[in-house]
Nanobody
Framework: QVQLVESGGGLVQAGGSLRLSCAAS????????MGWYRQAPGKQREMVAI???????NYADSVKGRFTISRDNAKNTMFLQMNSLKPEDTAVYYC???????????WGQGTQVTVSS
C-alpha cells in the first residue's frame, strides 16, 4: 500500500552534516505523524524527530539544536537535516509514518549513518 524509500545515509566525519530523505509512494493519505527513528547496535530503537500533520515538531534531547525534520508535501518527501554530527549519532535511521486511520505504521528500510571521529 505504502512504500517509504530512504536515501542519504553514509559515512561522515564528526562535525559534518548529512541530509536523509524519505520518499513516500502509494496510498498516502490520513497522515497523523511522521518522523525518524534510529537504532544503534545493541540498543533499542529510539525516536529522533517527529513532525505532526499540523506542523508540530518533537526532538530527542540528544539531537535538539542539531537536527531538523521537515517535509515537502508536493514531493511526498520527508527530510532529516543532521548537523554537527557526533560519533554517538552512528545508527541505522528509519523513516516512519503513523496514520490517522486504522492502518499499521509504515517504516522505511533503514539507512546506515556512520560518524567517524
Amino acid at each position: 500500500q505504502v512504500q517509504l524509500v530512504e536515501s542519504g545515509g553514509g559515512l561522515v566525519q564528526a562535525g559534518g552534516s548529512l541530509r536523509l530523505s524519505c520518499a513516500a509512494s502509494g496510498s498516502i493519505f490520513s497522515i497523523n505523524t511522521m518522523g525518524w527513528y534510529r537504532q544503534a547496535p545493541g540498543k533499542q530503537r529510539e525516536m529522533v524527530a517527529i513532525l505532526s500533520a499540523g506542523g508540530t515538531t518533537n526532538y530527542a534531547d540528544s539531537v535538539k539544536g542539531r537536527f531538523t525534520i521537515s517535509r515537502d508535501n508536493a514531493k511526498n518527501t520527508m527530510f532529516l537535516q543532521m548537523n554537527s554530527l557526533k560519533p554517538e549519532d552512528t545508527a541505522v535511521y528509519y523513516c516512519y509514518v503513523h496514520w490517522s486511520i486504522w492502518r499499521d505504521d509504515s517504516w522505511g528500510q533503514g539507512t546506515q549513518v556512520t560518524v567517524s571521529s
